[in-house]
């Protein structure tokens, strides 16, 4: 099975390490926000100082964009675009796809700057892809394990989500 | 793919709804959006032509309650039906958990509607799916129109494996939840497959 195909487990241990590397590219990249995401649009960590941003939507329109560019690349004849940068008036958006299955985004405003944000995200990524390649590796033990709390799901059990 | 999240004891799955172009699909998330408590669902987008034509994807993110202590989420997506956005139902179907078909009733979409499922099989087929094992349910929609098929041949036509089956009127809401919890179960029914 292709590496971007098998589900993902996310462990709590493994989840604070990620949400760490997120807290300190905030704090470094003097970012407004840094997000974890996904190519598929879940969002996985988020980090800064966000309120009120509807993270949801954030995730899923990112992985869109990133889909959307990567088959644009196919028909040029890259493998992908793995940086994008859009500049708004006031914030700026910065993404990078991480180990060809996650997205590493940074909203960012003139308190910072693109050089320094490429800067410490090219850090950050590298040890997110490091991250990712253990978590790969637990997401695939955990599929082959009873220790799944869907193993044990029962008909009525699903039955009740529906209940109303 | 599933996700699950034990930080946050969530489960987030992905559906997606095909079929032809004006089937209803965009539809169907409108009245599962329109008709769902706000504490449960996010903001839907919808990426459109100024023709109100889904130009990339709908997006509707849904809360279904919890199973065993985990937050079940689940992704609506729906792909643009028209023929020429092949590229881009290709990428909306990557990741995929589950599958809508919705077809056309209307007797002169039927053509429309084989294309649309052969369209789907194949796309399925490129990322190594086979649609006769992912999580996929059929819904014969329009079923109010006076043009509408026999339902025995769309049943013949489009539904030879018997996959589960709805008949709908998505503009008033008919069919569509019946819809939307075959397919959830099937998908949660496909992850306890996968934990064992
Ligand atoms: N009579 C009738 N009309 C319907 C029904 N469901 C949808 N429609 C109408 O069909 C038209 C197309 O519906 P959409 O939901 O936009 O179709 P779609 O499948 O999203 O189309 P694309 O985005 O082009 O792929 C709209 O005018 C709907 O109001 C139905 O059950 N009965
Ligand atoms: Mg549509």
Redesign the interface.
């Known amino acids: ?2 590496f ?9 241990e493994d ?2 390490k990620v949400l760490a590397v997120c807290e300190r590219l905030a704090r470094d990249a003097h970012a407004k926000g840094v997000f974890v995401v ?5 969002l ?1 960590a988020e980090a800064g100082d966000v309120r009120g941003l ?1 993270t ?2 954030l995730a ?2 990112t992985a ?1 964009s990133i ?2 560019t ?2 644009l690349a196919k028909i040029i004849g890259e493998e992908e675009f793995p940086i994008h940068f859009h500049q708004g008036q006031r914030d700026n958006l910065h993404m990078t796809v991480v180990a060809k299955r996650i997205i590493l985004v940074v909203i960012f405003d003139e308190r910072s700057s693109l050089g320094l944000v490429r800067l410490r995200v090219k850090k950050a990524g590298s040890e997110l892809a490091r991250l990712f390649e253990e978590i790969q590796k637990k997401s695939e033990r ?2 082959n394990s ?1 220790t ?6 029962t ?1 009525d ?2 039955d ?3 209940a109303d | ?8 004891r969530e ?2 799955c ?1 559906v997606v709804y095909y079929g032809p172009g004006l089937c209803g699909k965009t539809t169907n998330l409108q009245h599962i959006y329109a008709k769902t408590n706000p504490d449960l669902k ?2 839907m ?1 919808s ?1 459109a032509t100024e023709t109100e034509r889904t130009l ?2 709908d ?1 509707l ?1 849904l809360a ?2 919890q ?4 937050k ?1 989420r689940f ?1 609506l997506y729906t792909v643009p039906g028209q023929v020429f956005y092949d ?2 139902r ?3 179907l ?2 995929v958990d589950g599958v809508v078909f919705v077809a056309d009733s209307q007797i002169e979409r039927m053509e429309a509607n084989l294309e649309s499922l052969d369209n789907l099989r194949v796309n399925l087929g490129d ?2 799916y086979d649609l006769g094992k992912v999580p996929y349910v059929i819904q014969y929609n329009k079923r109010d129109l006076p043009n509408a098929a026999p339902l025995d041949e769309m049943q013949r036509l489009l539904n030879p494996g018997g996959a589960p089956e709805f008949e709908a009127c998505a503009t008033v809401g008919k069919g569509v939840f019946e819809t939307l ?1 075959a397919v ?2 099937g998908v ?2 496909d ?2 497959k ?3």
């Open positions: 099975m292709p971007v195909d098998t589900q993902l487990v996310l462990f709590d989840y604070r996904d190519k598929n649009g879940q996985m509807d949801t939507s899923s329109l869109g889909a959307a990567g088959g955990a599929r009873a799944s709390p869907f193993a044990e799901i008909d059990d699903i009740k989500l529906f | 793919m599933s996700f699950i999240n034990y930080a946050s489960i987030n992905k996010g903001k987008i990426l990339f994807f997006f993110p279904l309650g199973i065993r202590g985990f079940t992704h590229a881009s290709k990428l909306i990557k990741g990322q190594g919890k959830a179960k949660l029914t992850l306890r996968m934990a064992r």
